[in-house]
């Protein structure tokens, strides 16, 4: 299994970053997605799901309504679209799947939101 983050960068406060999430080495499409955040100091918290079957999604609380999941199983890709970014949203965000009860996890791509 491998999962390759991209995407994140340095952004000013109310702006937008799309991240991407590469997967490979499992059958994509039958696997719940999710993405994780932690910064500096803080434990590492869920962010966003997209659940496998049937591709409904949830979110923490402090990114609804701002951040989006989605997913191409064509491209065993998966996205998380930033909006509205604040300077509480600066951490490395993770891409994770669980397979048969282990955690696969990412790199890791950094977002900062500053002025």
């Known amino acids: 299994v491998q999962l390759v983050e991209s995407g994140g960068g340095l952004v000013q406060p109310g702006g937008s970053l799309r991240l991407s999430c590469a997967a490979s080495?499992?059958?994509?499409?039958?696997?719940?997605m999710k993405w994780y955040r932690q910064a500096p100091g803080k434990e590492r918290e869920l962010v966003a799901a997209i659940i496998s079957p049937g591709g409904s999604t949830d979110y923490a609380d402090s990114v609804k309504g701002r951040f989006t999941i989605s997913r191409d199983n064509a491209k065993n890709t998966v996205y998380l679209q930033m909006n509205s970014l604040k300077p509480e949203d600066t951490a490395v965000y993770y891409c994770?799947?669980?397979?048969?009860?282990?955690?696969?996890w990412g790199q890791g791509t950094q977002v900062t939101v500053s002025s």
């Open positions: 994770n799947v669980r397979r048969y009860s282990y955690d696969y």
């Open positions: 080495g499992f059958t994509f499409s039958r696997y719940t």
